[in-house]
């Protein structure tokens, strides 16, 4: 068993603006009624610098497992949608992830995952986690990128019965990789909220 480490996708404190009065600070919204987030942009020179410093400090609090989590619009909207936009943020990031760690594994969910900073990626450098299994067969198998196919359970922290029971009780992993997907690499529990 691997731990996943938390990343650096770019979201920092809103004071961030002041203390870094020349970085490019991209608004986030609000979420569940939440105040609105800051996140330094991926495309600014000083995210590296500063997304590098945020990962030896992490190693130097909790070691360097090699599993680097990273979503950088979970939920949200890109400020540009273009595709070479897209694909400068997943090139800044897995170059970030590389320069501090060459044996580093980019994870992350295929929840609201783009294709154009997918595919800048090396298939050897980033893991996607499939957290309902839907989005390996809307994609064509993730682009040939290494899959866990798997399960969200207790969706958003709720605690009643409810969700796509019978989808809960097929086994997605085997049943993707009889449908072509060799790039399904495993099988995961997704247990938000437990």
């Not at 599993?67 to 595709?83: G, I, Q, R, S, V």
């Not at 990031?93 to 595919?119: G, L, P």
């Not at 090396?122 to 067969?137: A, G, M, Q, V, W």
């Amino acid at each position: 068993m691997h731990p996943i480490q938390q990343g650096f996708s770019g979201h920092v404190p809103m004071l961030f603006k002041t203390k870094f009065p020349k970085a490019r600070i991209l608004e986030q919204n609000g979420w569940c009624n939440f105040p609105k987030t800051a996140q330094l942009a991926p495309t600014d020179p000083f995210f590296m610098e500063f997304g590098t410093a945020y990962l030896k400090n992490l190693e130097k609090i909790f070691g360097n497992y090699h599993y680097l989590a990273c979503d950088p619009f979970h939920e949200d909207t890109p400020p540009k949608p273009w595709f070479w936009y897209l694909k400068a943020v997943g090139k800044t990031i897995n170059r970030m992830y590389e320069s501090f760690d060459k044996n580093s594994v980019w994870v992350m969910q295929t929840w609201s995952m783009r294709k154009h900073i997918v595919k800048a990626v090396p298939k050897n450098r980033l893991l996607l986690l499939d957290i309902n299994s839907e989005k390996t067969k809307q994609c064509r198998n993730v682009w040939g990128y290494p899959v866990v196919a798997g399960m969200l359970h207790n969706f958003g922290g709720k605690n009643s019965m409810q969700g796509k029971l019978r989808s809960h009780c097929e086994n997605v992993y085997l049943k993707l990789k009889k449908k072509g997907g060799a790039n399904v690499v495993g099988s995961g529990m997704f247990m938000e909220g437990i």
